[in-house]
């Protein structure tokens, strides 16, 4: 049996007067009403870690191979920490007939992404070369669904030799693999969870084989009703053994858009899409862990490696898309998240059927998204976020961040998308817009305009 331990009453009293100090700061944090989160839950979820955001966080799509696009060779004019995956890039385009591989779009990505300082590459699996393809499976521009015709419980020889070849040329060079785009998709994967784990099983044996440095993510889903219980299924049937973090699609969600779809549980903004840029977000993620809990694995790092608000009809205000971007970089750093990545930098703004643009290829001119992106970029990279980002009980947002030259930050926005007053804590002396504007001085204790779109308070200057 053990003795109990009796402290000294020094001791004793610097313990007393240390937790006191920790409750000071507790409460001396923020401004405003007391943070009151309106998000779901259907059971335990891991606490969010605080950490520094790195430039890795900040990831991008970029249609360089886009049938017709007219910019091929334009790497984003904004700051990218992370290139995501490249259509033109996947198998169906590299295998033009067996074991024969054309590496030539690839490459040139691969080299403008370590030319432009894009620290990581995420290479995502998916389109089947037509002549692997599996019976009814079906085929698109991109390639056909998944799995290959040749897929056993021991895995496949075809997709092995890709996988075997893929990391061989790009050893050290290509940083994460996601093993497939939009698993819970039909039109992507038209197979089974056990095939599903012998295809990771075969792609994280190989690379790691290969490259032990390089990461393999679980197969990302879309954010149907399918969302969470597919990645569940994955992991609990073995894929855990296979994955080192796990990736999802954050996008926005409709119920009914297009005709038909339904969104997982607490993800749908069928009302105002910027919604979406909120608690839903934060819904998602939540489900991710949960997922990832319930298999075990609830340690493991999350990728969100495509996303966004979707095509531009979805949310085709410039105002709503500059709140939109800055919302959805700031409350993924907030939660944790290693990787975000925008889903898409080139198009035409004025396309409704394109997706999240933030430049226009045509004009060569980014939009007002893509100012506030880089202010995100700018806010972030290189701070420390001090807990998750939560509204109050009148639905203004607020995010804590520590800057690396030790001043304090807080971001806030009114997600009920009216302007209106808050006072910010009296530490705080200037602020700065994602529009670009600022530092603006004010004097502690008085109300400053706040609104949709994201403001960054400060008790001095950032780096």
């Not at 989160?37 to 969010?48: A, W």
């Not at 996947?90 to 403008?112: C, R, Y």
């Not at 990832?292 to 105002?319: F, H, I, K, R």
């Not at 997600?415 to 817009?433: H, L, M």
């Amino acid at each position: 049996m053990l003795r109990e331990r009796i402290l000294p009453p020094a001791i004793r009293i610097l313990l007393i007067l240390f937790g006191l100090s920790i409750l000071l700061v507790m409460t001396g944090c923020g401004g405003g009403s007391s943070p009151a989160p309106s998000v779901s839950s259907t059971g335990p979820t891991p606490p969010t870690p605080s950490g520094s955001v790195s430039s890795p966080y900040f990831g991008m799509t970029a249609a360089f191979y886009e049938v017709g696009a007219p910019y091929a060779d334009m790497w984003p004019t904004v700051s990218v920490g992370t290139l995501a995956k490249v259509n033109g890039t996947q198998w169906s385009a590299i295998e033009k007939s067996p074991g024969n591989f054309d590496w030539t779009n690839l490459d040139n990505v691969v080299h403008m992404a370590e030319a432009n300082g894009a620290h990581e590459i995420i290479y995502t699996f998916y389109g089947v070369p037509s002549f692997y393809n599996a019976n009814n499976a079906p085929c698109a521009q991109t390639g056909c669904a998944g799995p290959p015709s040749d897929l056993t419980s021991s895995g496949s020889p075809a997709f092995t030799n890709f996988v075997t070849a893929l990391a061989s040329r790009y050893k050290g060079q290509i940083t994460e693999y996601e093993l497939w785009n939009e698993g819970n998709r039909s039109g992507s994967w038209n197979g089974t969870t056990a095939q599903f784990v012998s295809l990771g099983e075969n792609a994280y044996k190989t690379i790691k084989g290969i490259d032990p440095n390089a990461k393999v993510l679980s197969p990302s889903p879309n954010i149907a009703s399918s969302f969470s219980s597919f990645i569940q299924s994955y992991l609990q049937s073995g894929g855990t053994s296979y994955s080192d973090g796990i990736s999802w699609h954050g996008y926005h969600c409709a119920d009914g858009v297009p005709p038909g779809a339904v969104c997982m549980s607490g993800t749908s903004c069928d009302n105002n899409a910027l919604d979406c840029a909120g608690a839903p977000l934060i819904n998602q993620i939540q489900a991710v862990r949960q997922a990832a809990e319930a298999a075990g694995v609830g340690s493991l790092p999350l990728y969100d490696t495509e996303g966004g608000w979707q095509q531009n009809q979805d949310l085709p205000d410039l105002t709503d898309q500059v709140a939109y971007i800055s919302r959805w970089y700031i409350i993924q750093a907030s939660e944790g998240i290693v990787t975000a990545c925008w889903f898409g930098w080139g198009g035409s703004p004025t396309d409704p059927t394109a997706w999240g643009t933030i430049f226009d290829a045509y004009t060569g001119q980014t939009t007002e998204a893509a100012t506030a992106y880089q202010n995100a970029y700018n806010w972030l990279s290189g701070s420390t976020t001090n807990g998750a980002c939560s509204p109050d009980s009148s639905n203004v947002w607020s995010c804590s961040l520590t800057f690396s030259n030790g001043n304090s930050g807080l971001v806030v926005w009114n997600g009920n998308e009216t302007d209106t007053t808050y006072v910010p804590a009296t530490k705080y002396v200037q602020y700065e817009d994602v529009e670009g504007g600022g530092p603006v001085t004010f004097s502690p204790g008085s109300s400053v305009t706040i609104h949709e779109r994201p403001l960054l308070f400060e008790t001095g200057n950032r780096p």
